[in-house]
């Protein structure tokens, strides 16, 4: 049984997590729609074995070859905490739109979304590029964040998974490369 104190747990280990590599600066922040449901895997979490789409995808557009030497090397733990480090250096941050998997909040994702901009007022200026990874992510925060005078970039980006994975690195490089 999910309960408040487990919500608080699991939210404390997700922050923790991605704390660890925010950069001083952030010059580009990635917003996607929450961590995974399965409590082992997260963006952020260094030993992940297996299913790390997004991981996997945002590093193929930037470090493409450590991305490849990461996966020779079975996924170790030590390389993908370096590729973090990689992407904390070059200014990169990752925020999840519910910061807990909404299948154990019972949140909606519209729900999520004053949270997630109080803690963008705190992360980034108004001019730091915003990158909204996944449709319904877009959908709910574009037009609010436009609004408020953020500089989001206006591409609807798919979540790298299901086969989406060649349309995110297309879009996706074209945002970083422009």
């Not at 408020?148 to 086969?163: A, H, K, M, T, Y």
Request: aromatic share 10%; charged share 30%.
């Amino acid at each position: 049984m999910v309960n408040e104190e487990n919500i608080e747990a699991l939210r404390s280990r997700y922050i923790a997590a991605r704390n660890k590599y925010k950069p001083r600066e952030i010059k580009a922040l990635l917003v996607t729609e929450a961590p995974s449901c399965s409590l082992d895997k997260d963006f952020y979490f260094e030993d992940v074995p297996k299913q790390d789409s997004l991981f996997l995808e945002i590093m193929a557009v930037l470090y493409p070859q450590h991305k490849e030497q990461y996966l020779k090397q079975k996924r170790d733990p030590v390389l993908k905490e370096a590729l973090l480090h990689k992407f904390k250096e070059d200014g990169f941050w990752l925020m999840d739109l519910a910061e807990v998997p909404v299948e154990v909040t019972g949140d909606s994702y519209e729900a999520s979304f004053p949270n997630l901009l109080l803690r963008i007022e705190k992360a980034i200026t108004k001019q730091t590029p915003i990158i909204l990874i996944k449709a319904n992510v877009f959908d709910i925060c574009y037009t609010a964040l436009i609004t408020l005078g953020f500089n989001v970039i206006n591409e609807r980006l798919p979540f790298p998974g299901s086969g989406q994975q060649g349309v995110f690195r297309e879009k996706f490089s074209k945002i970083i490369h422009s």
